[in-house]
Every structure is written in C-alpha cells, then in structure tokens.
C-alpha cells in the first residue's frame, strides 16, 4: 500500500477533525408560546368549588302557558312602517336611549323618506355628564343611574345634537358589544366619595366623569362629516336630522295625577323631574295610542316587561286571566299596580307596526333588550293591547298626530 504525500495526509487529518468537532457542537433548543394547561389542577379546583357551592336546585318561573293561543307567529303577519332594523343594546341599562332613537331614526324616514342610523351612544354619554352636574348641584341628593326616560334623548339633542352612530360607537376596538356594568360602577363610585368628602367642585367631577367615560366609550366626536361639510352635532341635528326636538310630546295615564294636566311623571329614572307628561284618561290614552299607530306614525313607549304574559320563547306579551280578565282591565287596575310597584318603569321599546286579530289590535314591537334577540323574529315583540292597556306607562309622538288631544289641554 503507498503511502499518502505528506502535505495531502495533513490536509485530511485537518479536515476528519474538523467534522469530528463540528458534529460534536450541542444541538440548538427553541422556544414556543403556549397555553398553560394543568388538567388536574383544574379537576382539584372544579371539585373544591361545587362541594363548597353545592348547585341550588333551578328557580322557575310562573309564567302563563301559550299552549293552542292563537298568537302572532311573526312579523309578517303585521302591517309595519319604516324603521332601521333592531340592534343590542348589550349590558346596559340603556332601553330608553335605544328605543327613543331608533323612534326618531323613523321619524326621519317618515319626514324625508331616507334611513340614517344615529349614534345612541353619544346621548348617554351626555346624559350621563348632565346627570353628574345635577348630583352636584343637588349635594349628591339626585338619582344617579344607568336608566332615563324617552324625552331625555330630545333634551340632549336639543343641548348638544347628535351624530351619524358610524361616527361614534362606544365601542372600543375588537368589543362586539355595549358593556357597561364596570363603567358605571366607576362613576357610581366615584360619586359616591364625592359626597362622601364634600367634594362638590363640579369642574373637577364633570373633568373626571368625562375622564372615565371616554376610556370605556371613547371621546365623542365634535365635528363630523356630512354633505361635504363638516359640521358640529348641533349643525348635523339641524341640517341634516332636521328633526325639532319641541314637536315632541310625552303622553301618559295616570289617576294619581290630575287629568288633562301636564304633570311629573314620578319615577326614579325621571331624574331631572319633567314635568311635561300630558296626563289623559286611560280610554283616551288608548283610543289616541291606538288611531295613531293606524295613521302611521311609529311610537318610542314604555313601562314594565315582568308579568307572567311576557315571555321571550312566545315572543309576546299579553294578560293572562288568570291575573285579571280583560274586561276589567281599567284606569283602577292600572293604577293599583302602579302604587304598590308590581308595574314599574323598567324598559323602553319602540312600536313599528300592527295587526288586528280577534277584535283587538296587536302591535309590533322593536326592542334592544337581549331576550328579544333569543328566538325566531330577533328584536321583536309581539304586544297585545290589554298588556299596554295594563302595563305601559307612557308613550312619545310627534306633536301632529294628537293635535285634537292636546287642544283639549289647558
């Protein structure tokens, strides 16, 4: 065998221990992202938790059962006037804002025959501004809550204006929907040690109730874009809205009130103390509810949704005779309920159409609230007159539809 030249047995010595060392190198660990998981952990605690909190046995509720009534099944079978379709008013005690807008959004279609979607979020951050300033001036003896009342949107309208909803939403990026029940701790809270410490330098709690509204809804806007102009929300409601907030009335029925009064309309989320509400006698509240609807005009109504003719699988509300027979439906049963707080003023909603159906009218109701959007018609109720007749307190219109009614008014 011949030996190797001396230069080319070194060049390969070189070379074999070249490899023998780079095939030694240690190998190169990464790292990921990932979820941590202990699934027995999570057996411990589940376990830990349901001998701790023992599961209560369901609570049910007494409801009436629509088995073989001849009820509306959907919203084609009514007679319905124009108006954008339903949204969600998510976790919030809104109802009065989204009803009362969505009413005015018909209005405007009515007036000028186009649709245009306005921002309720830009009222109840207003509103909820002109709430703080009079928890102030009153030294913290006025109601501060999620809740208001149908003619507050015309008020802050008529004191700050409104805008397009795609130019405010009150949602933050990526949040699908309206979330309030932390913001409105924060400022419960907030006032709260304002009165608490006498506090009361109204600059200082508007600047931080501002504050805390503009980090969970966003800072509204002040000038927007329309008809090639920009505009401030005053100039939007005036020439592009063009809706006057004072051919508004509130209508209501009441006997412990005078009648054909105007009068308070005393509940707590009438915070401010309106005294506009036309106070009329429950036959005329019905009959003018009733030829306003069949002329055409929607209505912004509202009063309380917790009997056991209202449920949200039916999809209806009516008044079960089990609790009172129709024809004893009147101004003594109403207020009865009323005073002793088994009907309250707890949701707001908006009637966009009707049908008539055994001799009496059923009316097409558009609502925000969540159980609405639970089943087969999403955002509709279907109201039978006896349950408005018993349960709804007020209602709002535009001033053209009851002009013999209020002639009759002092």
Known sequence: MKRLPIGLSLFLSIILISSAVHSQEPKQDKGIFK??????????????EEFNNPKKDEKKVFKMDFTDVDIPKSTKEFTIFKHTPPVSQGWTGTC???????????????????????????????????????FVRERGSSNFGEGSESNAVLRIWKQYGCVPEQDYTGLLPEQKFHDHHLMFDEMDKYLKSVKANNAWNEEVVLSTIKTILNHYL??????????????????????????????????MSLMEKPYWQQV????GDNWWHSKVYYNVPLDDFMKTLKEVVKKGYTVAIGGDVSEAGYDSKSE???????????????????????????????HGIHIVGYEEKDGKMWFLIKDSGSSAQSHINKGYYFYHEDYIKLKMMTFTVHRSAVEDLLKKFK
């Open 316 to 346: 209806v509300a009516m008044v079960p005779s089990f609790d009172i027979p129709s024809d004893y439906i009147n101004e003594y049963a109403r207020q009865f309920r009323f005073s002793n707080a088994t009907t309250t003023d707890d």
């Open 35 to 48: 979820e941590y998981k202990n699934e027995f952990w999570e057996t411990i605690k589940n376990t830990a």
């Open 96 to 134: 009065w804002c989204f009803s009362t807008t969505s009413y005015l959004e018909s209005e405007y279609s009515r007036m000028q025959n186009k649709e245009l979607k306005l921002s309720e979020m830009f009222t109840v951050y207003w509103e909820y501004v002109e709430k703080a300033r009079r």
């Open 264 to 267: 308070e309309y005393e509940v």
């Open 218 to 251: 966003g800072e509204p806007p002040k000038e927007v874009q329309a008809q090639g102009a920009k505009m401030n929300p005053k100039e939007y409601l005036d020439n592009v809205v063009k809706i006057e907030p004072n051919d508004y009335v509130d209508i």
